[in-house]
């Protein structure tokens, strides 16, 4: 089938008048079709309609044989390059040219020339772009004018009787909405709508459809476009002059409909799920609350409903200079749900200046862009809770006396270090409790010192020491906890020690027996006589197993010495445990190193 929608090429339309009523000849490659009244059915490029007779190619000279062909009525012919088979009934496309073949322009108004009656002109003028054409009763109109330009396409229809005006039946593309507004699935605060039509119409509405959400007893509501809203082109954000009323909290389907001046009927455009909120969001019950002091950048609030953006934002107004004031502290994941949140950090929390004073604004708009109206908190001083850092003792350690270190960030009000056994042996009196006083609460570094409150703690003892302070202004220190910490005052015992005094080794084995295992010990090997030995003292670090506790008998150690053959000796075991608690010595004197 002809596709009538693509516009045709080069095409010129004459007009002629038939001498003789029933023949004529045809030209090649023009070809004609006829009604049985004689006038012209249909003209297409190369293409006929099964009327009467169709055409064929042929040669100069060859006859069409018409039938029923009156005298004196006017016929087309269509010049052409190409047949096609057929064509559907009552449907005949021309492109408008005048007799010499330059492309025809049609202005509103103009006047169009279509040769009747053996040439006589026939004058048709339109009283409607696009719309109407007068014609003189009974007489036939070969163009209706609907703003043609070289190359449209037009349905040619006959005009009988006395009718005086025709609706233009040209078949064109019906209009098309695009680019519609409000989408699928949002959310909308007012009644904007937007939407492009690819061509004016002569109707249209808008139709919004309840479908979920808050009951609206007078949906549907089919607003009806006018004015400009029908035009062609782009309309956008705009409030339709017919606007509904609308129930917050209700959910519509919305469909754009509408035809042109020819009935042509645009493809409805729906658009569902569409929220219409105009209600605004609420915060409440924020925190920190005005002329609140603080210690952290912690909030709390409540929101109404699910927000898309929000901010709480720390503006400084007074106190301690804070150049990177204010804070915008945008809103992220679940900080934007419904509901209450309490005591939470932000995830962009900011970095507030100790003894700076705050406004503390919030703020924040629905998914359907309805603002919340702000709550600002004024007059929130910053006061930083205390830090304590580089304790001891450490965790896993052990100590022989109760001398404690720490830095505090600030001045404190108050503070205290509290010992409580765990383990080892039994403390009757924990907790210790130690409570600072006078210079112990100062600012900064408190390294090795004894508090004037000093606990007495259990020899053998494990426990765990905590750190706490608290400000002037009651802000507490996070504690600092250290645990599995030995208070250890008993020394260590070497014993069995092997070289003995006056004895003559061939060999650096030692033995020696320790009563608990050490942190560092060493044997050491000092000349007193014999040959000269110029690596004397050899001092021997223990390391590994040698540190144990227990017997250690006849062992080569790692860090074995090179002594000398002849020399004389004074041989020292030392050790000292973990604690810090320093063995008594062992020394055994005139060892001589001998040959085998």
């Known amino acids: 089938m002809f596709d009538f929608q693509t516009p045709l090429n080069r095409i010129w339309l004459r007009t002629f008048s ?3 009523p029933s023949v004529f000849r045809v030209e090649p490659g023009r070809y004609v079709v006829l009604r049985e009244d004689g006038f012209v059915e249909n003209i297409t490029d190369g293409t006929v309609a099964p009327v009467m007779k169709q055409t064929v190619d042929r040669l100069p000279n060859d006859i069409y044989e018409s039938e029923d062909v009156r005298g004196g009525r006017c016929v087309a012919v269509v010049e052409s390059a190409f047949v096609q088979p057929q064509i559907q009934m009552n449907s005949l496309y021309i492109c408008l040219v005048d007799g010499d073949g330059a492309a025809y322009t049609y202005t509103h108004g103009a006047l169009l020339t279509v040769a009747c009656k053996s040439g006589a002109g026939l004058q048709c003028q339109a ?23 070289s190359g449209a396409i037009f349905l040619i229809r006959k005009l009988v009787g006395d009718a005086a005006v025709a609706p233009a039946q040209a078949l064109r593309t019906p209009p098309q909405f695009s680019s519609v507004a409000p989408t699928t699935g949002s959310l909308m605060m007012d009644l904007k709508v937007s939407y492009t039509l690819s061509k004016a119409v002569t109707s249209a509405s808008i139709t919004w459809l309840r479908t979920g959400g808050t009951a609206d007893p007078a949906s549907p509501h089919v607003q009806v476009l006018a004015g400009t809203e029908l035009a062609s082109g782009a309309h956008t954000d705009i409030t339709i002059s017919d606007a509904p009323s609308l129930v917050s909290g209700s959910i519509y389907s919305i469909k754009f409909n509408a035809s042109d001046d020819r009935g042509n009927t645009a493809k409805e455009v729906v658009v569902a799920n569409v929220s219409y909120d105009t209600i605004a969001p609420v915060i409440s019950d924020v925190a920190p609350a005005s002329e609140a002091d603080v210690h952290d950048t912690k909030v709390s609030y409540t929101l109404s409903e699910e927000f898309e953006s929000g901010k709480v934002t720390w503006t400084r107004v007074s106190g301690t200079e804070d150049l990177a004031s204010p804070h ?4 992220a994941g679940d900080e934007l749900d419904v509901g209450v949140h309490t005591d939470i950090e932000l995830t962009n929390a900011p970095t507030l200046v100790d003894g700076a004073v705050y406004d503390v604004k919030f703020e924040g708009v629905d998914i359907a862009g309805n603002p919340a109206e702000a709550v600002t908190s ?11 850092s580089a304790t001891s003792p450490a965790t896993g350690s052990a100590h022989l006396d109760t001398k404690v270190s720490y830095t505090l960030s600030e001045a404190i009000a108050a503070g205290s270090i509290t010992w409580t056994r765990t383990g080892g042996e039994a403390d009757p009196a924990s907790l210790h409790v130690q409570v600072l006083a006078a210079g112990e609460l100062a600012a900064g570094a408190h390294t090795d010192i004894t508090l004037a409150d000093d606990p007495t703690l259990v020899d053998g003892a494990i426990y765990t020491v905590q750190f706490d302070a608290e400000d002037a202004a009651g802000n507490h220190a996070t504690p600092v906890i250290n645990t599995n910490v030995l208070f250890d005052t ?3 015992v070497i014993s069995d020690t092997a070289p003995a005094t ?11 027996t320790l009563s608990e295992a050490i942190a560092a010990g060493s044997v050491t090997w000092t000349r007193t006589s014999g040959e000269d030995d110029v690596g004397s003292p050899h001092v021997q670090a223990l390391a590994g197993d040698e540190l144990a506790v227990g017997a250690h008998t006849d062992i080569t150690l790692a860090n074995d010495p090179t002594l000398v053959v002849g020399t004389v000796y004074s041989v020292q075991f030392d050790a000292e445990d973990a604690a810090g608690n320093p063995a008594e010595p062992v020394v055994n004197t005139n060892v001589t190193f001998a040959t085998v």
């Open 18 to 20: 038939i001498k003789d």
């Open 378 to 388: 004024t007059a929130v001083a910053f006061d930083a809770a205390p830090v304590i």
């Open 127 to 149: 009283s409607d772009l696009g719309k109407y054409v007068l014609a003189q009763a009974g007489d036939p109109v070969y163009a209706i004018l609907d703003d043609i330009i």
């Open 328 to 331: 915008v502290c945008d809103l």
């Open 502 to 512: 006056g004895s003559s080794p061939t060999d650096t084995k030692v033995s020696y």
């Open 490 to 492: 008993t020394v260590p």
